[in-house]
């Protein structure tokens, strides 16, 4: 069984629309949930979540934890075409070793088309 | 902020080779760095956790003798693929956590841009 579970898995909007990007996860040794963008390289960072109910906002993408469903979600609002790639999330849980590990779930890949 | 780089971002080489990734934390130390792979269409799978100064961990499946993880400062991680085969043409990817004021628990990782591995 996946310890993080992201959907929809792929998601074509036009630009302008609101989306809503699903992340659920696994509590055991949770530590905080991360966001991640993903273009052609590397994952870019975009949000930590360690509290539930809290959002984290920076400009047209915010995001938010529930804790007592194991659910997260990303918002983007006035999507524009640079919004398309591929969206992590990753939980952060403890190994016991104090290493933080990121699991990753399977991403969302968003194509805006104009 | 938090840079992380990578060295080098494409390889290409015969099969028997031995190819070594360098990750460099640019403005931060980083006593934790982390080792990924990433198959095509596929999300990010850890293999080894590189603590300096100490040995790696590695994931369940990852052959220890055959991705050598070296974490000799608290600025470079390295991983050789050694005696490189087609199978392990993929996506290779670190990341580093830097020391915050309030602990590790609270930095992001940072990724680096990656390198991809193409063995003929």
């Known amino acids: 069984e996946d310890k993080v579970v992201q959907s929809p898995l792929s998601l074509v909007v036009h630009e302008g629309d609101t989306v809503t990007l699903n992340c659920s996860y696994e509590v055991t040794n949770f530590r905080s949930l991360l966001w991640y963008k993903q273009e052609k390289k590397a994952p870019t960072f975009l949000f930590m979540l360690t509290s539930s109910g809290i959002e984290k906002k920076s400009g047209r993408l915010s995001s938010i934890l529930d804790k007592k469903e194991l659910f997260s979600i990303l918002n983007i609002t006035a999507t524009q075409t640079g919004d398309s790639a591929v969206y992590l999330c990753a939980r952060r849980g403890d190994s016991g070793a104090g290493s933080y590990q990121l699991t990753f779930g399977k991403g969302t890949k968003l194509s805006v088309i104009p | 902020g938090a840079v992380v780089s990578q060295h080098p971002s494409r390889v290409i080489c015969k099969s028997g080779t031995s190819v070594k990734i360098e990750c460099r934390s640019l403005?931060?130390?980083?006593?934790?760095m982390f080792w990924y792979r990433q198959f095509p269409k596929q999300s990010l799978m850890l293999m080894a956790t590189s603590n300096e100064g100490s040995k790696a961990t590695y994931e369940q499946g990852v052959e220890k003798d055959k991705f050598l993880i070296n974490h000799a400062s608290l600025t470079l991680s390295t991983l050789t693929v050694t005696s490189a085969h087609p199978e392990d043409s993929s996506f290779y990817i670190c990341?580093?956590?830097?020391?915050?004021?309030?602990?590790?628990?609270?930095?992001?990782?940072?990724f680096g841009d990656g390198t991809r591995l193409s063995i003929l």
């Open positions: 990341s580093a956590s830097s020391v915050g004021g309030r602990g590790i628990l609270n930095q992001p990782q940072h």
């Open positions: 403005d931060f130390q980083a006593t934790t």
